[in-house]
């Protein structure tokens, strides 16, 4: 576990984190703690792998509603069944 981890989770043995919290504990330290360069640099490549993966999460999310949305709209095409009670 890192030391920053340690800071949010303070009763858990893993490395597990889950949310933003401990991405915004790692930033703050960076900004406002006196560290090495190298951790300051192993805490940079964790934060952009994080960002990279919940801005992945965010493109799946948006195109699987966007396939869902173009689908709903050709049923609404189709048919007059959603007129009233979808869109």
């Known amino acids: ?3 920053f981890e340690r800071e949010v989770y303070p009763d858990r043995n893993t490395t597990e984190t889950k949310g933003v919290q401990p ?3 790692a930033y703050s330290f960076t ?10 640099e192993e805490i940079r ?7 990279e993966l919940d801005t992945l999460a965010m493109v799946i999310v948006l195109s699987i509603w966007w396939i869902w949305l ?8 189709r048919s007059n069944i959603f007129n009233k009670t979808f869109l």
């Open 1 to 3: 576990m890192r030391w």
């Open 23 to 25: 991405a915004l504990t």
């Open 31 to 40: 900004q406002y703690t006196n560290m090495a360069d190298k951790e300051r």
């Open 45 to 51: 490549k964790a934060l952009l792998w994080y960002c």
């Open 70 to 77: 173009n689908m709903m709209l050709r049923l609404k095409a």
